[in-house]
């Protein structure tokens, strides 16, 4: 479990900016920190203006700032995957070995269909074999 996670289940105060964990300075809390050494190490308290009681800011320790980070990462490779379609209407997210479509003798590995074959320069469309390549 996480610091955030612990201090969530004891239903302390929590606050954040950006990743940045923000919980309240008292036993409780102390003894969770104590858990979690590295983030006990970077903790520092402040006081906070809103509420003006002591507070303890853990760097990067705000989960949920983190899971919508990797939430639109992941989005973005969909996207990405969804924009290298091919002609067929496959999407390609691993390489796979292309043939260029004037000459059968030209193959190259590729993530999708490109405008031009690397070797000859000729404008045409290489054709995805479908042979992925892990």
Known sequence: MSVYSEVLATGGYIANHESDLYIEDNEVNREIL???PLEKSNARTFQNQVTGKRCLDVPFGYDPFWDRLTLGLERRQKQRDEH?????????SKLVRVT?????????????????CPLCRTAAWGKATGVEIK
């Open 34 to 36: 104590a858990r979690h």
């Open 84 to 92: 290298s379609t091919q002609e067929t209407g496959e999407t390609v």
């Open 100 to 116: 260029c479509s004037n000459n059968p003798d030209h193959s190259w590995l590729g993530r999708g269909t490109p405008k031009r």
